[in-house]
Each structure stands twice: as structure tokens, then as C-alpha cells.
């Protein structure tokens, strides 16, 4: 069992930043690949960012490329989100979660576990 704890979330003027964090814990955690998803209101749980269990491959969703970069830590048993230059189209519930497979993945069936979601509201 892989247990999922978000932080980091809350409430930005767009343009600003904010980096969310999902400590893990496990004894599988550091094992599996990593990935972020977000789901706004009235819409479908969509891909962000995916890294891969050594931290050395990743992949994000074409809307946060060159302003979101993933990240994990395996000594602090951690994954992080970087969100940087957001924009109003960003405001979504935000999800990590834990795949059962190490390299990067952009599926969300794929995933065995998940946190419990972090708001992030950026403002116009």
C-alpha cells in the first residue's frame, strides 16, 4: 500500500507561482513512477506531469510545458510541482498519484493510487 499526502495549494494572482508537494509513503513508493493530475469544475480529471522513479524522464501535458516542471526527491520520499507563469485556466483541483509501473505515465487508469487533491485558484 502507497499512502499519498498533498500540500502547497491555494490561491495566486496569475503570473505568480506556487509548488505543490505529495510526501509518500510505503515501502514501494520510491519505486513506482509519479504523476500530477488536475480536474476543474464541470470537467474531466486531465494529465499534467509524469516522472519516472528515478527522477531522470518526465512528460507534462502540452498546456503546461516550459511552465510546470515535476520533480521528486526518493530520499524524502516526495514528489513536487512546480507551477510557474499561471494563468487563470490553470484553477483546478490538483492530484498526485503513485503508478504501478516505473517509467513515466500519462494515463490515469495506470495509476493504483492517489492523494486526497489540493485547490489551486489563480486569480485574473
Known amino acids: 500500500q502507497v499512502q499519498l499526502v498533498e500540500s502547497g495549494g491555494g490561491l495566486v494572482q496569475a503570473g505568480g507561482s506556487l509548488r505543490l508537494s505529495c510526501a509518500a509513503s510505503?515501502?514501494?513508493?520510491?519505486?513506482?513512477?509519479m504523476g500530477w493530475f488536475r480536474q476543474a469544475p464541470g470537467k474531466e480529471r486531465a494529465f499534467v506531469a509524469s516522472i519516472n522513479w528515478n527522477g531522470d524522464s518526465t512528460e507534462y501535458a502540452d498546456s503546461v510545458k516550459a511552465r510546470f516542471t515535476v520533480s521528486r526527491d526518493n530520499a524524502k520520499n516526495t514528489a513536487y510541482l512546480q507551477m510557474n507563469s499561471l494563468k487563470p485556466e490553470d484553477t483546478a483541483v490538483y492530484y498526485c498519484?503513485?503508478?504501478?509501473?516505473?517509467?513515466?505515465?500519462?494515463?490515469?487508469?495506470?495509476?493504483?493510487?492517489w492523494g486526497q487533491g489540493s485547490q489551486v485558484t489563480v486569480s485574473s
Open positions: 510505503g515501502r514501494t513508493a520510491n519505486s513506482r513512477a
Open positions: 498519484a503513485a503508478s504501478r509501473y516505473i517509467g513515466t505515465v500519462v494515463t490515469a487508469l495506470q495509476y493504483d493510487y
